[in-house]
T-cell receptor, first 112, second 108 residues
């Protein structure tokens, strides 16, 4: 069964450093998402991406964040200058449209 | 935005017991999914169920869209059922809005 993959599984970084989280969505999917989950809290929407542009973003997704689909398979989330409060599990998801969103296994980011 | 409330927040079960988890939402939805978050943090898809009833093994789910709630049933619970169960809904946009989850602990 096709699945969403994410790399790395864990990342530790220093405050102020840039990080890039990578995702490979399911190949025939058209809509791509990033969500995050701070430890012990619920999953929060960050951004959705369709037709090579951002279709919706939350108030969390400020100028420090950007997304890109650099080629036909990868979908990346960049955090320009990490803060302590960016420590969280980041999930990528994809869907064909209105039905099931499939989530990747997540990248656990720790900012020191 | 749409509000999603899950109850109870915590549930402790003896192995073999049955349980019901509830998800209430504040607006009409086009998509409702149930997830199980395992101890490694992965979100496992359980059901895509915007309406009606589905069953998968010992798990089943029912969504009554007109009354804005969904129920997840766990029968004959096992220790491997432990974890956090999330309900997530999509309304008029494409993003999922998650509830706060129900933490289930199944004791042997």
């Amino acid at each position: 069964e096709p699945e969403v993959t994410q790399t790395p599984s864990h990342q530790v970084t220093q405050m102020g450093q840039e990080v890039i989280l990578r995702c490979v969505p399911i190949s025939n999917h058209l809509y791509f998402y990033w969500y995050r989950q701070i430890l012990g809290q619920k999953v929060e929407f960050l951004v959705s991406f369709y037709n090579n542009e951002i279709s919706e973003k939350s108030e969390i997704f400020d100028d420090q964040f950007s997304v890109e689909r650099p080629d036909g398979s990868n979908f990346t989330l960049k955090i320009r200058s990490t803060k302590l409060e960016d420590s969280a599990m980041y999930f990528c998801a994809s869907t064909t449209g209105v039905e099931t969103q499939y989530f990747g296994p997540g990248t656990r980011l720790l900012v020191l | 935005g749409i509000q999603v409330e899950q109850s109870p927040p915590d549930l402790i079960l003896q192995e073999g017991a049955n349980s019901t988890l509830r998800c209430n939402f504040s607006d009409s939805v086009n998509n409702l999914q149930w997830f199980h978050q395992n101890p490694w943090g992965q979100l496992i898809n359980l059901f895509y169920i915007p309406s009606g009833t589905k069953q998968n093994g010992r798990l089943s789910a029912t969504t009554v869209a007109t009354e804005r709630y969904s129920l997840l049933y766990i029968s004959s619970s096992q220790t491997t059922d432990s974890g956090v169960y999330f309900c997530a809904v999509r309304s008029n946009d494409y993003k999922l809005s998650f509830g706060a989850g129900t933490t289930v602990t199944v004791r042997a």
